[in-house]
Every structure is written in C-alpha cells, then in structure tokens.
T-cell receptor, first 108, second 117 residues
Framework: SQQGEEDPQALSIQEGENATMNCSYKTSINNLQWYRQNSGRGLVHLILIRSNEREKHSGRLRVTLDTSKKSSSLLITASRAADTASYFCATDQKDMRFGAGTRLTVKP | KAGVTQTPRYLIKTRGQQVTLSCSPISGHRSVSWYQQTPGQGLQFLFEYFSETQRNKGNFPGRFSGRQFSNSRSEMNVSTLELGDSALYLC????????????????FGSGTRLTVV
C-alpha cells in the first residue's frame, strides 16, 4: 500500500516557470523525501526533510512540510527542460513507501 | 564512490521459471530495499534487509524472497513466474534502516527490467 499521494498527477509548464507538486500522507513520519525518476530509470534522491523541520532548500528546490496537515510540497523554481521527469514523495515511518508520482513536463 | 549496481539490466523469462536478481549497495550501506514498479501499481515495497536480516516485508506472495550477504550485497528471487511479475525491479541502499529516527536518503540502482512471457 502507498503512504504518500502526489498531486497533481501530471503537470505541464514552460521553461522558466515554477513547478509546484504536493504530497499528502496518512500517518506520522520520521522524515519525508522527494525523488526524481527519468524515463523508467532508477530514482534519484533530491531532498529529505525531517518531521521537526518546516522548510528546506537545495539549489532550485524548496520543500515544505506541514505535519499538522500531513502534507508536503516541492517547488522547482526557474524550471528547465531537463527537469522533465516523474517526481515522487516517500514517507519514512516504519518503512519507506512511495506515492504514485507527479509527471512533470517542461516545454522548451 | 560507486553507486548501487543491479544485475542484470534486462531479463526475459518464461512463465513458471524462477529468477534471481542481484544488488550491490554503496560501500558502507547496510540497508538494502527492493521495490517493484509497474505502470498500474506504481512503486510497491517488497522488502528491506539490514545487516543480513529481513526487517520489513510488503504485501507480496511467498514466491518473492530475498537475502542479504555479509558484504551487504542482496539478491531477490521470484519463483514460479507469472505474467504479472513483469516489472522494473529497483534496489535501493542507505546507511540506516527504514524507519530510523535518523534517516538518510536512499540511493537507487538503475533497476532490472523483467519481462515474463
């Protein structure tokens, strides 16, 4: 069973625009992680935010976590065509479960 | 440092056969997890091994099994293959076990694409 659920399922934007993806989960967590996957390859770890953190930045990525609402968001600023990929959130509680992902398409 | 290595990359098997997939984690990583990814079901957790012990298991039948060796390398075995087992099997390694209060990110391999015909 999946723990995190991403929203939207698909997102299409123009290069240079910002992309925001959301993740909701059901139970308490130790941390929440975001991953990127290109075309059926392995997942790449982007960022980890712990349950006692509210916001974290890494380059063009900004992640927020609201444990009271059991939700997180991933913001990619100034998107590039190379950001085209599927993005997954994963919640690490007893075990690590992934959502269904958001398919992001960035048009040049 | 070398990443997570999964072998083979592609595999075609016939229904009823069995298959063994291999995963070599990043040096020093003691946790190895396996996931099955299909278009319909997404990423499904199979099991996690930490220090040669299976810690967690997902909702898969007993045909799916695994093990971890003392050097942290892991193998996953699927017996009596079914058409529905066709999927991308991903292995991921980490310093800490899943659910650890001090968690780290996971490094994934490129996966083994299994096709059952």
């Amino acid at each position: 069973s999946q723990q995190g659920e991403e929203d939207p399922q698909a997102l299409s934007i123009q290069e240079g625009e910002n992309a925001t993806m959301n993740c909701s989960y059901k139970t308490s967590i130790n941390n929440l992680q975001w991953y990127r996957q290109n075309s059926g390859r392995g997942l790449v770890h982007l960022i980890l935010i712990r349950s006692n953190e509210r916001e974290k930045h890494s380059g063009r990525l900004r992640v927020t976590l609201d444990t009271s609402k059991k939700s997180s968001s991933l913001l990619i600023t100034a998107s590039r065509a190379a950001d085209t990929a599927s993005y997954f959130c994963a919640t690490d509680q007893k075990d690590m479960r992934f959502g269904a992902g958001t398919r992001l398409t960035v048009k040049p | 440092k070398a990443g997570v290595t999964q072998t083979p990359r592609y595999l075609i098997k016939t229904r009823g056969q069995q298959v063994t997939l291999s995963c070599s984690p990043i040096s020093g990583h003691r946790s190895v997890s396996w996931y099955q990814q299909t278009p319909g079901q997404g990423l499904q957790f199979l099991f996690e091994y930490f220090s040669e012990t299976q810690r967690n298991k997902g909702n898969f039948p007993g045909r799916f099994s695994g093990r971890q060796f003392s050097n942290s390398r892991s193998e996953m075995n699927v017996s009596t293959l079914e058409l529905g087992d066709s999927a991308l099997y991903l292995c991921a390694s980490s310093l800490t076990r899943q659910g650890s209060p001090v968690g780290y990110g996971y490094t994934f391999g490129s996966g083994t694409r299994l096709t059952v015909v």
